[in-house]
């Protein structure tokens, strides 16, 4: 016989959900929401079984238990409320209750009209035998029942009223009998996250392009003066690229040429020059004690400032000279530098995360991350992630968030799906997605319904980004104004986290260097830039109308009741968000072609909407603050791009019915 | 930083197809399979991987390895043969390949004329590297090269063409460099059986009803005689109900009455009396010695005998007296007979799987096989294996199995699908499958696809069954001689592995006891029968036919290629089945309705078929023997069911373009 094996364990716990790969990886979850999972709870034989789901916080010895409850086909089902940030473990334990398969016999048999004078003894048995488990008032009373099913005194109907009476049942379940019980042999992890993981509004812009007057280099003091702009835009996170020492050797020029005119700043991804590193502050930037005053004035303004981790050095940086032992040495005497053949960045030194000292690196880089926690920030935008080992990653997010486990982590990976899938899984709070490139009505209702209706939503938290400082898009490009509100529409309501690299995004700059590549034409990552916010053609209206709708829209703070509706016309999309109690139902229709007016005909899932097919119903159009009087599933929609490219309806409350 | 970190290990494994509940329970094969196995092998950056499938018999210490090939999507695929019975492992490796990834940069900067100076140097390290791994002569190859990467005096373009040679990177393969090397976390098992266990054709009988002549006990050597019926008719497996004596307290009389007349035989699922147990035969069918001359007799029919494995006591078994701690004891004194209120089994005790002593009892039921396993059976049909533990048949067939690989074990659970599902996964060879009442086409085509094209078909095995002696359904009730041949065709031709309960099958026995079970009216459960197998009524020349075309046609010998065409008649279905080089190819269409006539269009998927849209082809009714001309995916059909209610198409070789 195995030395595992235990003849009287007879029950299978399997087929849990959630559960990423078997366990492997935590699901996520917000601050308050209630968890339900379910499993498959299966025995031989035709006992009846009981269930209770375990949790606790992770560091608390003890579980806390919830009765499951069965459902159907062996499929069992409990919940629990997710009350604090950090990490939370369940599991499950499964008995077969020999009371209540007692019970459920004794009625059969009642019912048949069987003798039961032997079950009444059995039934006296199992109390008795439970109640040297039970608290000492409770003892008395089973005691007392275990004698009357035994009694000959007392009238048969009267101890089968007793053996089937509910507070019987009730007392028995207290003290049940769990001998055998069968615990399940993983305990799944769920980290909890703040609100902001799942809501968040985000505004890229290069500090050194915020100075009011031209040719100047921006500071920390000139961001501060562009808070009020940003904050009455509705955004919430505002991101900066790296803001440390740029590197000089192989500084690239504008355009990203390969040498540098004297008075052009470099990238600012090329980390690190005599005034220190990944720790520093650019001097030009100004100090460490600016940037500190900068967050805090932020924070007036319901801004948090996210910062960029790229964990790589210009040649420069002072690690190239402390620690060569974590960069590659080629043959020639050279540091190996960055390169994606034909593709070369020279500027760039990747760190050696092969290194003989791997353990030192990474306690350093941590130690970055811990310098920033230190200055106030919590959100960390971090560059290319696919580059460094998973295990590293793994490590540092789920080191950091021990302690604070209020960080966000936004995975900057746009790579194949598996890699950008399991950065998720392995601990990034939120991930940049394909979104960028999903322009077409079957791409986006494709992609958005892989990550909103599959397990990829147990993990992987979609931040939603129309453009960046690397990517202007054809679409954009070709498309112009009613292309950036198309786009603009699509990002912060099929995203409940999404954001843009602004000014050129409002401004719709839509210039590329060349027809290849996606870069801008000047792009401000190789020079000083000078934005005209001011403009009278810029969206700061439109973003500002559509980030108030966000706000006061629940609706569309979360991705996980996003459902597409069918519209006879391909340029035309149409879908929904709703709260779970219903009280908040957003229609959006967006017209994807932003050279000609659409019409077509929506037909809408009223089921999902909580609509009924007989009654008419108010959509309230919260962009050009329209209502229309709708009925049933199809209705007319028209949207002109030259106007306003999309409705965002709010179904009327009044005339919505209730889910539940 | 954690024990179980190591910077350095960069790949990823996962997604391994097939893999059962993570690796958990094996898959199964058939000697000589080729076993394709696919895995997601990813890492960080750009790197060039290396990726090997390992496999090895079970106990053997040395992993072989083969190669794995690049899909695309991170998808990678390798596959061994198994060539011998038993359990087999299999596992991957996976490690980034240092000079592949320098090869591959190579050729692209090679390509955009780029400086390659440095790189030949790096070439060379590798190269030197590698040659420390080699045998002696590859090794002085090895370092010849890399001189000449280094010499100043070779042309850099030979040195180039070097680099970049198919035989330096032949060689550096074989002695690449595994550091980091990533190795698969799980071995998943593969059990290998014999061909039999894949395609079988099953006759169950009571050998007590083969008496030649009426009222007479049947014998073995009566079963002897009824050989060349069974054989002819085409059955390779003769499954007799438990051969063991029968219990006299509370034997049940005809018709499953509570009371027994003294002449009334018993059921022989009552095992156990005076005479013996589950080692011993009822004396009225012969002795030991004559079973196994039966046994002998069969095989020379080329049919083997199956034995029921029914592990439960009569009052009389010898298990009672000699282990009563096997058994449940009520508070009055007697044993807990089997019951499932409100129906009761006075005639059977079942055993006792919470006993305290349950690991002697395990090994006493264990000891039960094999005692028959010497007598030479190696099929056993295993009576509710679901109400016995889990744990008890995972260990009992695998421990059985480590040294009889050839034994079939057949569960006879017909219950809820997640238990049979997982009875299958813990070790059954073959299962009782829903087919028993899955009489109309939508369930068919449902209910075998999940059967067939999930995962669920690499580990359960459907043997089908149209009646057993507890099961005569409405269909063949009501639909009388057509409604078996429709029956037989489905079980036979949509299942490899599949069996029928005679003589009753092919005499059509349809009448019910009554209207609420599906007892067959005077059982033979409770009585001895004779059977008129000479009736000119009888269905044996139809399956004879059957069967025939069964062991003439590979196509129908497996069930992993059954797919389902549309017909536009709901009472037509229509599936095809074909070997994997499409040198077989069965098409059936069978009539569902029992009373009219129907006729429709079926509507193939040429591809499925290996055929071409414009080119007729010939299908060839093995059944009627009639050769039609078709073409193209719509063709008609029409069939009655007061002739043969089905077609059973070769489709015509010549004609057939071959797949791959």
Chains 1, 2 share one sequence.
């Not at 801004?303 to 790229?310: M, N, T």
Request: proline share 6%.
């Amino acid at each position: 016989m195995e030395k595992d094996v235990e003849g009287g364990i007879r029950i299978v716990i399997e087929g849990v959900k959630p559960e990423i790969d078997g366990g492997s990886f935590p699901i996520k979850r917000i601050v308050g929401d209630e968890l339900a999972v379910e499993a498959d709870i299966f025995a031989d034989g035709h006992d009846v079984l009981s269930a209770a789901l375990m949790y606790r916080k992770e560091g608390d010895p003890n579980w806390i238990e919830v009765p499951m409850e069965f459902l159907a086909n062996d499929r069992w089902r409990g919940s629990f409320k997710v009350t604090e940030m950090g990490r939370y473990r369940y599991t499950f334990a499964a008995w077969v209750d020999r009371f209540r398969t007692w019970r459920q016999n004794l009625t059969k048999k009642v019912e048949a009209n069987q003798d039961i004078s032997v079950d009444l003894l059995e039934g006296a048995q199992f109390i008795d035998e439970a109640s040297q488990r039970a608290k000492r008032r409770d003892a008395g009373t089973m005691r007392e029942w275990a004698e009357s099913l035994r009694s000959t005194k007392v009238h048969p109907s009267t101890k089968t009223r007793l053996g089937l009476s509910k507070k019987m049942a009730t007392l028995m379940a207290k003290y049940s009998h769990r001998r055998f019980a069968t615990t399940y042999s993983k305990e799944p992890v769920v980290v909890v996250d703040r609100e902001k993981a799942r809501f968040s509004t985000w505004y890229e812009v290069f500090p050194r392009s915020c100075a009011s007057e031209p040719g100047r280099h921006g500071t920390f003091k000139d961001c501060e003066a562009r808070l009020p702009y940003v904050s009455e835009m509705g955004f919430d996170v505002l991101y900066f690229p790296p803001i440390h020492p740029i590197g000089r050797t192989n500084r690239k020029g504008k355009n990203n040429t390969p040498i540098a005119e004297p008075d052009d700043p470099g990238t600012p991804w090329a980390i690190g020059s005599e005034e220190g590193g990944h720790k520093a502050v650019h001097p030009q930037l100004g100090t460490l004690e600016d940037f500190r005053r900068l967050i805090a004035k932020a924070r007036d303004y319901g801004i948090e400032v996210a910062l960029d981790l790229a964990f790589q050095c210009s040649p420069d940086h002072p690690y190239v000279k402390e620690h060569p032992e974590w960069f590659e040495w080629r043959p020639d005497g050279t540091v190996q530098y960055a390169e994606n053949p034909p593709k070369k960045y020279q500027d760039i030194y990747p760190v050696e995360f092969e290194a003989e000292q791997w353990q030192a690196l990474w306690k350093e880089l941590k130690s970055v991350v811990l310098f920033w926690v230190e200055q106030g920030v919590r959100i960390f935008r971090v560059d290319n992630p696919h580059t460094k080992p998973f295990s590293f990653w793994e490590w540092l997010i789920g080191d950091v968030k021990k302690d604070y486990p209020d960080i966000i982590f936004l995975s900057e990976a746009f790579t194949r799906p598996k890699i950008m899938y399991r950065l998720a899984k392995l601990g990034f709070t939120q991930s940049y997605t394909y979104f960028t490139w999903r322009n077409v009505k079957w791409e986006l209702t494709q992609y958005f319904t892989e990550l909103t209706q599959t397990d990829v939503q147990e993990f992987f938290r979609p931040n939603l980004w129309p453009n960046t400082p690397d990517i202007l898009n054809d679409y954009l490009r070709d498309g112009g104004r009613p292309a950036f509100m198309t786009r603009l529409v699509l990002a912060g309501t099929l995203g409940a986290n999404y954001g843009i690299y602004g000014p050129a995004f409002e401004l719709c700059e839509n210039r590329r260097k060349d027809k290849e590549s996606e870069e801008y034409l000047n792009s401000e990552k190789y020079e000083l830039k000078q934005w005209d916010i001011e403009s009278p053609n810029s969206l700061r209206d439109f973003i500002t109308q559509v980030n108030l709708i966000r706000r006061e829209n629940p609706a569309l703070q979360s991705d996980l009741s996003l459902r597409f509706h069918s519209v006879d016309n391909e340029q035309l999309i149409c879908y929904s968000k709703h709260t779970e109690d219903l009280s908040n139902v957003i229609l959006v229709v967006v017209n994807l072609d932003y050279r000609y007016k659409q019409s077509g005909w929506v037909d809408l899932s009223l089921e999902e909407l909580g609509l009924d097919h007989g009654q008419p119903y108010k959509v309230h159009d919260l962009l050009a603050d329209a209502t229309y009087r709708w009925q049933g599933s199809r209705n007319y929609v028209e949207l002109d791009p030259q106007k306003i490219p999309a409705h965002i309806f709010r179904i009327h409350q009044g005339i919505t019915k209730s889910r539940n």
